[in-house]
């Protein structure tokens, strides 16, 4: 059994759940913050048998889009003294994802 914590677009998830819960995946969803955009943003979890992980990741790679952003960097992250922060763009996702190995899983 794995885990598969999926960091997503708030714009995603809707279709992302769908298609993981038509394919009889389980799946939670949580809402959550990047650290550095201090936006919003989703967490999916997946509980899913190891041999089923790469179709749950092809799903996520299909569904989610990377897009560009504009962030303005902070003043610790600026050099020097005077700095004028400029927006500057970034590129974000489409899915940030970790698989960890789950040691127990029941419901009782
Ligand atoms: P945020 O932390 O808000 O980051 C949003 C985007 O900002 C990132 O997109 C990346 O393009 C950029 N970024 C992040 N840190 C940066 C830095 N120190 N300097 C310059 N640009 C930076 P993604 O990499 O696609 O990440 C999207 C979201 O996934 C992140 O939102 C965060 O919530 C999560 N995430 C990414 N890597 C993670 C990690 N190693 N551990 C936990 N969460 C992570």
């Known amino acids: 059994m794995k885990l598969v914590f999926a960091i997503v677009h708030d714009e995603d998830s809707n279709i992302l759940m769908d298609k993981l819960t038509e394919k009889s995946f389980g799946v939670t969803k949580l809402a959550s913050t990047g650290g550095f955009l201090k936006s919003g943003n989703t967490t999916m979890i997946i509980g899913v048998k190891k041999e089923l992980v790469d179709e749950v990741i092809d799903i996520i790679r299909s569904t989610c889009k990377t897009r560009k952003e504009m962030a303005?960097?902070?003043?610790?992250?600026?050099?020097?003294?005077?700095?004028?922060?400029?927006?500057?763009?970034?590129?974000?996702?489409?899915?940030?994802?970790?698989?960890?190995?789950?040691?127990k899983y029941m419901k009782v």
């Not at 902070?74 to 190995?101: C, K, R, S, Y």
């Open 72 to 103: 303005t960097p902070t003043p610790m992250l600026a050099e020097g003294a005077g700095f004028m922060a400029m927006p500057v763009e970034i590129t974000v996702g489409g899915a940030t994802i970790f698989v960890v190995d789950v040691e």
